[in-house]
């Protein structure tokens, strides 16, 4: 694939910008990870050799206890299915994930209450919440909940707002004039209070909250593309292709958009941040996702109310920190990658 | 003006003062006393005050808001304040805490009628109002005005003393009756009214409202207001020479001199300010604070001790209520193994620190009423296995049991956020058991509404109690299938149509109780309720230099440091001696051994 000398020039100045580049690659590895969270973070086991056949019981139905042998018919705790094995010397083995944990898994103790410090002999190694369940299995499958959620979130925003926002820019007159005024009173809904009261009302699933944010959410992008729309329009190319004929869908998608794409790109990385945020503040809140989903807002909320438990609030107020500061990085890279001017300075 | 027209005049006049003497449905008609009554009386009762109780000192005690008015009637009036100025007012008789039978208040002596629908009461003639007007049968007959009158704006109260209370009969200025409109066990509970005083409040207008906003209404109790700063402060003080004082079951109660209530707004601020003693109790039930917090140099040094004293009072029915209508709940073995599924003991030990109790059935510590052969339905992973094939279920890949293709998924809708730890670890237990429960947490209103409305699967919530079971709302078939009822476990069955109905027109209290008692069973067999918590008791902490009785409480005592309330109330006293002491322990350094008592007299058996 050959890649058009402007892009690639772009692509070579993010590169150049280290603390941007850097901040990509972590970024990047942070999500490669929440992908695959079930491989590293799992109260299921990675292998199980029993009675001369291996078993990967990662993926796929749960394997009951009797399976191996044991006296239940839920779902085999592997944990101790790995010291009964080694108690036995029988030969059967278990690997199990760095983490032993499930996302939802409680573990309690004798005679003592969650939340549990952080113990590496254990394998809680940011401790445990209030219902003893591990930290580090709660973050990680929050952390692929909230980034899917923003992601998603982006992509129905950015689609409905841009299309929006270049028609507006592009046929103006009445239709603008229009689509302002209702944009005007759309944007005077005090949307976090009407997301508040419809999830108290009904609790909303992963892609009804999605959708309930991606109401409130598309006006933001309207403007600018309508603004930069009224600018390129005016430009020759699209005077020309004007005069070749091409129809109005095909000017706007296929001459505008393309060319608009800088200002799109700089602003994408602050909208996952603001999903990110979107979605912890609500379950903070209590009106998010339906417990018990692993989610940072609730680890938040938990982190205030069991002050004496510094690992929990710790833990999560740093994930969150990093993220945050890790995506505004890249987005303040791309941003000074797009701009044509060459000296842009961010204080 | 003609002497035609004076004389008409005149004429007029006379017609209206006969007219407004006559009043035909109470004062006048029937005033003669029948003769056959049986005047009744109760000072046998043990009591319950100690007599090693003196009486001075200054409580203090806090509250979370200024109420809003002191009125206890009409707009903004039920507030949590209210019950301070209702516990100092008197009714007619009263409920001994222990022994639940009737003692006197303001009435001496009463009797019922043989219609069961009439009580008759002799009043004390000591009885005076906090303003020294003594207490008449026409006080007793104002209250039922004022109560139905829509000058006081509130049509609960308007509809509650016209529906229940048919009138009250005035036969001298101290022997009255009150007729309940219909006939009924436990008569007394109903008509044991509290009086209202005509001299204060002379005609009711439409400016009541705003007019009696704060206003002191003369009462009949132990303390008046005597001082209040709104927004900040509000006093009582003893009444030295209170009528009451000296009778059996007011003797040695209700011995502090002042009760200073204070606004506090925040429970981190007040635990502060307790500290420090600037209170002098706190609540300790809340596992944390009992646990942890109470870990203080305070309580460590002994100034402060820790009280812990189990009640036997009615217990809110708190559980699972299975939704009857839904296809899932049809099925009397599948309710079973649901119940044998959930793991309510884990939950108990590992979530709630051991500090809640199993609640057996719906309706513990009603006293002869409750049934106490019925145990809950324990978690038993074989027994739920042993139901769900019964009925034709089996496991599927995922390890939840199935049927013709549907899986086993219920929804659990709840309200409060303190509870989802519970319900997590319920959750995740289930799943061994092969069910898998969604979590729904709601807002309060909405949840209740979804409730009523029958829209839940499972119920996650508890009842508030009364004096005596009521069946006929939560399980009565009439109630079954519609919504805006609190048969939310759409309980429709023959047999406890029956049971409720001879137990709601049976006037025999032996009858009655075996009744509710088949009741409790039938509602165990059926399966619909799973019981979860209960909370037996109350765990307070208090500076060392208030004393209570050697039993600390009664059977019903919700807060042993409740300084006024007839029934419970005003137990403690004051020792000026040990205040000495341990403020001179406190300066000097020196301490104490710390106290921690455990009273265990009217604990629930096992």
Redesign the interface.
Known sequence: MRLNPLTLKKIRRFRSIRRGYYSLIIFTIMIGISLFAELLINNRALIVYYEGEVYFPTYG??I?GSFFGLD????TNYRQLRKGFQTENSGNWVVMPIVPYGK???D?KEDT??PFPPSFQEKHYLGTD????DIVARLVYGFRIAIAFSLILLLINYSIGISIGIAMGYWGGTFDLLFQRIIEIWSNVPFLYVIIIIS????PNFMMLVLIMAVFGWIGMTWTMRTVTYKEKEREYILAAKMLGASSFRILFKHLLPNTISIIVTYAPFAVSGGIVALTSLDYL?FGL???TPSWGELIQQGWANM?AWWIAISVISSMLITLIVVTFIGEAVREAFDPKLHTTYE | MTIYNRILLFGVWICLVLLSVYQPDQAIGNTVLPENIKWLTNTKDPVFASDKAKKGGTFHASILSFPMTFRVIGPDSNGSFRSAILDNQLSLIGIHPNTENIIPELATHWAFGDDKKTMYFKLNKSARWSDGEPVTSDDFLFAVEFMRSKEIVAPWYNDYYTKEIDRVIVYDDHTLAVVATKAQPDLHLRVGLSPIPRHFYGKLDKDFVRKYNWKIVPNTGPYQISDFQKGKYIHFKRKQDWWAKDLHYFKNRFNVDKVVFSVVRDTNILWEYFKKGKEDVFSLVMPDYWH?KSRTPVIENGYVHKIWFFNDTQQSAMGMWLNQDREIFQDRNVRYAFAHAMNIE?VIK??L?DDYFRLEHGFVGYGRYSNPDIKARRFD?DKV?QYMKASGWS?G???LWSKGGKKFSVEVTYSF?EH??R???L??EA????MEL??????SS?TFKKFLEKNHDVAWMGWSTSLRPQFWEHFHSVNAHKSQTNNITNTDDPEMDQLIDAFRNSLEEEERIQLSRKIQSRIHEIGCFVPTFMVPYVRQAYWRWWKLPEVPGTKMSGDLFSPFGSTTGGLLWYDPDLFAETKQAMKAGKTFQPVTIVDETYKMKE
């Open positions: 139905q749960m009951p239940y018919e839920y779902e939802l898994e409680t309690f209450y969650p209030n219902v003893g369940r108290s009302i009904v609790v209590g339906a417990p018990p004496n | 942890e884990k590992n979530v620190r992973l296995d496991r890949p995922d390890g956020d989802t730890p319900l997590v670890v959750k995740e799943k061994k058991a092969g969604r979590l729904q947490r709601l807002d909405a």
